[in-house]
């Protein structure tokens, strides 16, 4: 019967194999939470802008070499991400100045606060002196 001999095989291998998969503790063995959720977040968006400047440069650079060399397309192509990177930095100004802005209101209305308050204290202390 050596014709059998591998279909043997074949179903120990089979086996094992299901017992492999039987070992439910094993899935978290290597730390790995990885779903397909709709909880998915990215990454920050960030991760560039944080050289948009340098980036900015390197483009347009880049298609100043292509312009160079003759390759309009490229240089275009290349002048896109330029002004991509460009828009990034200006919304990155636009960011900070409204931040800037928010805190001098903040700043404004306490000292407002504080000098009301002062006015409130003296006016209670002129009537209870009187």
Same mark, same amino acid.
């Given at each position: 019967?050596? *014709?059998? #001999? =591998?279909?043997?095989?074949?179903?120990?291998?089979? #086996?094992?194999?299901?017992?492999?998969?039987?070992?439910?503790?094993? @899935? =978290?063995?290597?730390?790995?939470?990885? $779903?397909?959720?709709? =909880?998915?977040? #990215?990454?920050?968006?960030?991760? =560039?802008?944080?050289?948009?400047?340098?980036?900015?440069?390197? /483009?347009?650079?880049?298609?100043?070499?292509?312009?160079? *060399?003759? +390759?309009?397309?490229?240089?275009?192509? /290349?002048?896109?991400?330029?002004?991509?990177? @460009?828009?990034?930095?200006?919304?990155?100004?636009?960011? @900070?100045?409204? #931040?800037?802005?928010?805190?001098?209101?903040?700043?404004?209305? @306490?000292?407002?606060? *504080? +000098?009301?308050?002062?006015?409130?204290?003296?006016?209670?202390?002129?009537?209870?002196? $009187?």
């Amino acid at each position: 019967m050596v *014709t059998f #001999r =591998n279909n043997n095989r074949r179903n120990n291998f089979r #086996r094992s194999d299901r017992n492999f998969k039987s070992n439910v503790g094993d @899935k =978290n063995k290597f730390g790995s939470n990885f $779903s397909n959720s709709d =909880n998915f977040q #990215r990454k920050s968006s960030g991760r =560039n802008n944080l050289n948009a400047s340098k980036l900015h440069d390197k /483009y347009n650079n880049l298609a100043r070499e292509a312009l160079s *060399t003759g +390759d309009k397309i490229l240089s275009e192509n /290349y002048f896109q991400h330029a002004d991509h990177f @460009k828009r990034i930095l200006n919304d990155q100004e636009e960011i @900070k100045k409204a #931040r800037s802005n928010n805190l001098a209101d903040t700043v404004e209305k @306490k000292i407002e606060l *504080t +000098d009301s308050l002062e006015k409130n204290d003296k006016t209670l202390a002129d009537k209870s002196l $009187s």
